[in-house]
């Protein structure tokens, strides 16, 4: 580790500036919100994995009782051919306005046709069920390797693959395919003494946020529309609303309540639009809200994969080439999180040969969404699985195989960066510290895995203000909103700059008016980047307030200088003065005193993670135990560091979930079967242990106090972890998730 | 729908009200009466994030319906708190940092303390067990256990 800062705020733990309101239920989420003559919305889904839509007839819907407008995709602006830019490259407005409500064809089943507000949910839950839809229902394609047959049912007529350049001259569910290379992969096999070559697939999984998708919207009859929810991003709504609806942002204001968890599902969106289109057709505003069901066959999940794995070293353990295939499902609609896969897959290891391919193929599946860590964890299976097996081969303690290949500064990745400081080595180390390495492990059909992970993490546009109080408090105005203990993070990072404590920083997140620019609270980048905006707009308050010194003092501003929450003058008049007492002075020097910033940083430093798990398999049920369960993850700085634990924590579960229960099942004309939290699986607090979350810290060089995003890479290394624990208990090479017990009684030859 | 007579007593409040038969007693607290913090996540009885407590015992209040809960006392987590001091249980909450997004908080909070008030006296494992209905998505349930314990302890302690 670097030097050693010492601070004040940062890595104290103190509470959350949002506590109490989310221990008594004050909070106000999505569904809480109120408004005078509120309508409810509820959305009517396809019951048909595939269909084409012959005819809708809303008229019975809309003679109904209470009913007080009906939408279709009718109802949406003329989307054909044109495109929309998001900020992440363009975007064909077809798609994304087909996945709000379709037009010509109902692409998975749970497919918004249309929508309904009534006077109550009830009536408009019946009123769904009055409007007369005609399918010509069209054979279903669920799986990427069946999508791509020549063979296969089309989702899209128009679309053609575009492969390294090139487009394709006839349809196809490939919508893109991409390649990076590095050094030259033959030689890399043929300097290789082992080559370990496997396929890997893994199970469609939802995000799993408790709260349900929401939206309330208003069109005022002065043509603004505001729309309050539940969102990862106001600003990313409001941009979405406006090329969905063809409205001009200025006209829209995107409110932001508080919000059930998000992991990256709550970025796209769903009912917002329809919320919209309700409003403006009945001039009330209305709420809608989604079910569980609607949750699991509406929103997106996160891609099955098929993946194959071929990587070769030497016989002292060094790895000399590998090579992937990355084959993800986007689901409806192109877009599959394969292109970040394939920037983490091989990005733990210094490899001089290289070669990945990406593929993004459609499926009769909801249009797949980020979740934590998108793409990284599908790869990181196959990856971390295959190293195992070499480490295996070789006879090489998997923590040693790692420790020797591992990245490390200087080291390019395949898809192009060079890495500055980063820490993988580090959390390999804590790992082999840990009392955990150390402690027996050798019952029959108990096992231990390990496994590392990545994630880039990203920087992205932020913007905070800083409001200065008269009795040393500050109000901090922030546009990210806070999943998890947001508020405090940043919140200590300007209170660490101004010399207060935290609680003297008043956090409020606030809309789309209210604030500059803000991206989504997602990639890890919050604490990072909107942190990195706190201390810099309180790098502003604190240059303006020296100036206010330098005016009592009758100095000049170069002659004040800010030091432990005390501004004093140098050179000459012995003058002091602490912030709380100058903010006291602020109107008889000059006027209230606010400070901004707005950044877009681009130095968001990796994450790396390794973890450490023990199991025990039942040899008679396939049911795997989790008995321990250790995770070292590089934070650059832990700002907070329950909160650091926390996530690493709840990461490392949702990893747990996808590696032995989550699934979505289909049976075979492509409707979901479980689709409900009972079916659905995810894990309780009774199928686990205490996680062990162990923090290292090598400083980020690309922020002021060192900070990296936590929140993602814990959700990466779990699968493989437990597959190398389950083959080191019983013997068995798992390569496909869930490996829940049936998949494992069936490789253990038991059924 | 015609509408029955229910009488609840909610946070020690009479509430004498006409209700749809049905709706369940989680829409009669959110959209009847007013208390949002209850929350729903799947309206089915698998997430435990409606957890209310009704006569002593932690319930999904999406599988009552909100007729059938006529003439018993309710407690949400909006009547936790009492003169102005936070519960123990909501205190743990916030101390261990045992929530994130905070969503199924206020149903673990009331499951725990129907939980702790019938019997502190639990261990980890028997905790797990009897919160095994509710889940959050967020915390990987490390910090709400530290949460529960701390609470349980806190409270045998001053019993
Ligand atoms: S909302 Fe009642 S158990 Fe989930
Ligand atoms: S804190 Fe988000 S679901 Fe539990």
Redesign the pocket.
């Known amino acids: 580790m670097s030097e050693k800062k010492e601070y004040k705020v940062i890595g104290t733990r103190p509470i959350r500036h949002d506590g109490v309101d989310k221990v008594t239920g004050r909070a106000i989420y999505g569904a809480d919100f109120q408004i005078t003559g509120l309508l409810h919305g509820r959305v009517l889904r396809s019951p048909h994995a595939h269909a084409r839509i012959v005819s809708i007839d809303t008229s019975r819907a809309e003679a109904h009782p209470g009913v007080k407008g009906v939408v279709t995709a009718e109802d949406l602006p003329a989307a054909e051919d044109k495109m929309a830019d998001l900020g992440e490259g363009a975007v064909s407005l077809k798609y994304l306005c087909d996945n709000i409500l379709a037009s010509d064809k109902a692409l998975y089943k749970g497919h918004a046709i249309a929508a309904v507000a009534a006077t109550s949910p009830h009536i408009a839950e019946e009123a769904c069920e009055l409007i007369d839809v005609e399918y010509e229902v069209l054979p279903p394609v669920l799986e990427v390797r069946q999508a791509m047959e020549s063979d296969a049912p089309i989702l899209h007529e128009n679309l053609r693959t575009s492969s390294l350049g090139e487009t394709g001259d006839k349809p196809s569910n490939i919508a893109s395919h991409f390649q990076h290379k590095k050094g030259d992969i033959d030689k890399g096999f043929d300097e290789a003494d082992v080559i370990i070559e496997r396929e890997f697939v893994t199970g469609t999984v939802h995000q799993g946020y408790?709260e349900p998708h929401n939206a309330t919207a208003l069109y005022n009859p002065d043509g603004q529309l505001t729309v309050w929810c539940s969102t990862q991003g106001a600003f990313t709504v409001r941009e979405q609303l406006a090329e969905i609806l063809q409205y001009p942002i200025s006209k829209i204001k995107v409110v932001p309540l508080e919000i059930g968890g998000g992991f990256g599902g709550k970025i796209n969106v769903y009912v917002k639009p329809v919320a919209a289109l309700l409003a403006k057709k009945t001039g009330k505003p209305v709420k809608v809200l989604m079910n569980?069901a609607d949750v699991f066959e509406g929103t997106g999940p996160t891609p099955a994969s098929y993946i194959t794995i071929k990587m070769g070293a030497t016989n002292d353990g060094k790895i000399t080439a590998a090579q992937t295939s990355l084959v993800f499902e986007a689901g409806a609609y192109p877009g599959s999180p394969v292109g970040a896969g394939a920037m983490c897959v091989f990005a733990p290891y210094n490899i001089e040969n290289v070669v990945i391919d990406g593929y993004d193929v459609v499926v009769n599946k909801p249009k797949t969404a980020p979740y934590r860590a998108p793409g990284a964890t599908n790869a990181a299976f196959g990856t971390e699985t295959v190293v195992d097996e070499l480490a295996e081969k070789l006879n090489i303690d998997p923590l040693e195989i790692r420790l020797m290949n591992g990245a490390k500064e200087g080291d390019r990745r395949a898809d192009g960066p060079v890495y500055p400081r980063i820490g993988f080595i580090e959390t390999l180390e804590a790992a082999k510290e840990h009392p955990h390495y150390a402690s027996p492990n050798g019952k029959k059909y108990h096992g231990r895995g390990i496994a590392s992970g990545f994630w880039f993490n990203i920087g992205l546009e932020s913007s905070v203000t800083i409001n200065v109080n008269p009795d040393g408090t500050v109000n901090l105005v922030e546009g990210s909103t806070d999943i998890g203990g947001t508020r405090a993070s940043i919140a200590m990072q300007a209170a660490e700059v101004l010399g207060i404590p935290a609680e003297s920083v008043n956090p409020t997140v606030v809309d789309t008016n209210s604030i500059g620019y803000t991206a989504v609270t997602g990639g890890s980048r919050t604490t990072y980047a909107t942190g990195y905006a706190a201390y810099e707009a309180a790098q502003d308050v604190v240059q303006q307030m020296k100036a206010r010194a330098a005016k009592l003092w009758d100095v000049d501003e170069d002659n004040v200088q800010f030091a432990d929450g005390e501004f004093s003058s140098i050179n000459g008049k012995e003058e002091q003065i602490s912030f709380r007492d100058l903010s006291a002075r602020l109107g008889e020097t000059g006027g209230p005193v606010i400070g901004r910033a707005t950044m877009n940083p681009a130095g968001a430093g990796g994450a790396f993670a390794t973890h450490v798990v023990d199991v025990e398999v039942d040899v008679d049920t396939g049911k795997v135990e989790i008995l321990r369960y250790t995770a070292t993850q590089d934070a650059g700085k832990a700002i907070h560091p329950s909160y650091v634990e926390g996530q690493i924590q709840g990461g490392v579960v949702q990893g747990i979930g996808w590696a032995l229960n989550e699934e979505y099942i289909y049976n075979d004309e492509g409707e979901m079967t479980n689709a409900s939290?009972l079916d659905y699986r995810m894990p309780t607090c009774l199928d686990l242990p205490m996680i062990d979350a162990v923090i290292v810290e090598v400083p980020n060089p690309g922020h002021p106090y060192g900070v990296r995003g936590v929140g993602e890479v814990p959700i990466v290394p779990p699968p493989a972890a437990i597959a190398n624990a389950i083959y080191d208990a019983v013997g068995i090479r798992m390569t496909e998730l869930p490996m829940s017990p049936d998949r494992l009684l069936k490789a253990m030859g038991k059924i | 729908m015609a509408k029955h007579p229910v009488s609840l007593k909610v946070n020690g409040d009479e509430h004498d009200l006409l209700i749809e038969p049905r709706k369940t007693l989680?829409a009669v607290l959110r959209d009847t009466i007013g208390l949002t913090g209850t929350?729903?996540?799947?309206?089915?009885?698998?997430?435990?994030?409606?957890?209310v407590i009704v006569d002593g015992k932690a319930v999904?209040?999406?599988?009552v319906l909100g007729v059938t809960a006529s003439g018993k006392e309710i407690t949400t987590i909006e009547g936790l708190a009492s003169d102005g001091e936070l519960h123990p249980i909501q205190q743990a909450f916030i101390d261990t940092g045992g929530y994130q997004c905070g969503f199924c908080t206020p149903?673990f909070i009331m499951a725990s303390k129907a939980l702790v008030d019938e019997n502190p006296d639990r261990t980890e494992e028997e905790f797990r067990f009897a919160l095994g209905?509710n889940?959050c998505r967020c915390t990987g349930y490390t910090k709400i256990l530290e949460a529960v314990l701390q609470a349980a302890e806190e409270i045998r302690t001053n019993s």
């Open positions: 408790i569980r939290f | 989680l929350k729903e996540g799947c309206s089915t009885g698998d997430c435990g994030a409606c957890t999904t209040s999406c599988m149903g209905g889940i």
